[in-house]
């Protein structure tokens, strides 16, 4: 069981260019999101997905843009990387029992390491 | 979604208890209270959860006050390893919410 897996886990842009990270997911979860992680700081959501063809935006979508064409996969693309995106992206899932009030318990991949120069 | 406040950093020692309090003063009748853990260069993981009262697992202990507005996490007998940032989260999956994290709380643990 892999859990939640992202691809690539390290990779350096040029300003301007243009990439996607992939995101997948094998515990058949319904939701899925995309977080940032700059150094010394917390979480910030980008982007999130309540099922599969349905996105929104968090806190911090601007230059961001995702995907969730299938359950298992949520792609987050950088239109044209900036410096400012240099971060850590941690991509994560979580499965809401329909009906049923419960806590959410998410699980985060390795996290992606993204410089841009 | 419930705004949460927690201590920026604590400092401890090994075989010490650590408890680490989370306001969240406008939690919902449906909220739960989740924390995480988060060791540098990994993604947070999953330590506790709660609703109400007090629940205990391997790993922690969650205490919440019967008005909910709080919580406190209860780190046993620490050791170098439990380093870490604690994140408190305060939500419900009913509808999707948006979960969005703090900036936790870095506890560091000195031999």
């Known amino acids: 069981n892999a859990g939640v897996t992202q691809t690539p886990k390290f990779r350096v842009l040029k300003t301007g260019q243009s990439m996607t990270l992939l995101c997948a997911q094998d515990?058949?979860?319904?939701?899925m999101y995309w977080y940032r992680q700059d150094p010394g700081m917390g979480l910030r959501l980008i982007h999130y997905?309540?099922?599969?063809?349905?996105?929104a935006k968090g806190e911090v979508p601007d230059g961001y843009n995702v995907s969730r064409l299938k359950k298992q996969n949520f792609l987050l693309g950088l239109e044209s990387a900036a410096p400012s995106q240099t971060s850590v992206y941690f991509c994560?899932?979580?499965?809401?029992?329909?009906?049923?009030?419960?806590?959410?318990?998410?699980?985060f991949g390795e996290g992606s390491w993204l410089t841009v120069v | 979604l419930a705004k949460t406040t927690q201590p920026i950093s604590m400092d401890s020692y090994e075989g010490q208890e650590v408890n680490i309090t989370c306001s969240h003063n406008?939690?919902?009748?449906?909220?739960?209270i989740t924390w995480y853990q988060q060791f540098p260069s990994q993604g947070p993981r999953f330590i506790i959860q709660?609703?109400?009262t007090k629940v205990t697992n391997e790993v922690a202990s969650l205490f919440i006050p019967a008005d909910r507005k709080s919580s406190t996490l209860s780190l046993p007998r620490v050791s170098l390893s439990d380093t870490a940032v604690y994140y408190c989260?305060?939500?419900?999956?009913?509808?999707?919410?948006?979960?969005?994290f703090g900036g936790g709380t870095r506890v560091l643990v000195k031999p």
């Open positions: 406008n939690i919902a009748t449906n909220d739960y």
């Open positions: 709660g609703y109400k």
């Open positions: 997905s309540v099922g599969e063809g349905t996105t």
């Open positions: 989260l305060v939500g419900d999956d009913a509808a999707g919410n948006k979960l969005t």
């Open positions: 515990m058949n979860h319904e939701y």
């Open positions: 994560a899932s979580s499965f809401p029992v329909p009906g049923l009030i419960s806590g959410n318990t998410i699980y």
